[in-house]
């Protein structure tokens, strides 16, 4: 169901977009070397976004202060440097699924629970699998599409079509079906046709069809398009976790068992559930979570900020 062209757009070749080819040759080449150099080279990038990126190490540094305000100020400053570190080996997991060889597909990878997602699809039932924004995720769709078939939403790229373009046809390398996230009747007939579809709702997309729930004990502007697509589709929701283990140097998937009563009927309460599931997956390995991202950026009352200038 992802559509790329087979031949370049001519206004893909603008001098404006050259900025983007140059990035996606930078990844190409990373994805040249051993996967391990790869990652490690990918880490180090991150440790310099560190020390150079000083508008999104606030942004993480208020993140984790709002969401841990018990940990000790040193330990939080650790966390927030592990977690540059993920971002940048995050940088090198996804050249590696766009532009990896075969060896890739060969990255250990651990799937437990296999068996919630087969019984969340008895009788043909449509399943949507639930997950947060971790940096692994263009790497774990890779390893995991080859094993389970499904498909994925996303945001199009459309101030960086390039990027939009190398994101489609990457994806496509083992995912069947990759719509834009306001794509519903499309994402409800791709769940109708047997395809479960990895949705992530943990990003502050503006007021609209958004409800103020606690993320970590702070109102966070949480969209309820979980609720709709389940209610419309008929979809079972499957919780998944995905992570690296740094131990062996493996992946880690986890199919959860879907969810009974849900949707419940009320919107505020299922996306209280998600941020529950999502909060868990977080607290579980916070040093791979997007935490760049202003989670929180947007409050009840609308002159309340939360993030340094």
Known sequence: MARHEKTLPQNLAHPRHWGQWLTLGLLWLLARLPH?????V???????????????????????ALCFPDMDPAERAALRKRNFRFLGRGIAELALSWYGGPAVDRIPLHVKGVENLEAARAGGRPVILLSGHFMSVELAA?????????????????????????LLR???????????RD?????????RSGIPMWYAGDQDYGRRHSVFVPFFGVPAATITALTRLARMSGAAVVPLQFYADTRDGSY????????????????????????????????????????IHRRFKRQPDPATYLYPD
């Open 36 to 40: 391990r150099a790869a990652l490690r």
């Open 42 to 64: 990918g880490e180090w990038l991150g440790l310099l976004a560190h020390r150079l990126w000083g508008s999104r190490r606030r942004v993480v540094e208020r993140n984790l």
């Open 142 to 166: 890779r390893l995991i599409g080859w094993q389970v078939r499904l498909g994925a939403m996303y945001k199009p790229m459309k101030k960086r079509p390039v990027f939009d373009r190398a």
């Open 170 to 180: 990457g994806r496509s390398r083992t995912l069947p079906a990759i719509l834009p």
């Open 183 to 191: 794509d519903v009747r499309g994402i409800v007939r791709a769940l």
């Open 252 to 291: 880690r998937v986890v199919f959860e068992p879907a969810w009974t009563d849900f949707p419940s009927g009320d919107e505020a309460a299922d996306a209280r559930r998600m941020n529950e599931f999502i909060e868990r997956a977080v607290r579980a390995h916070p040093e791979q979570y997007l935490w």
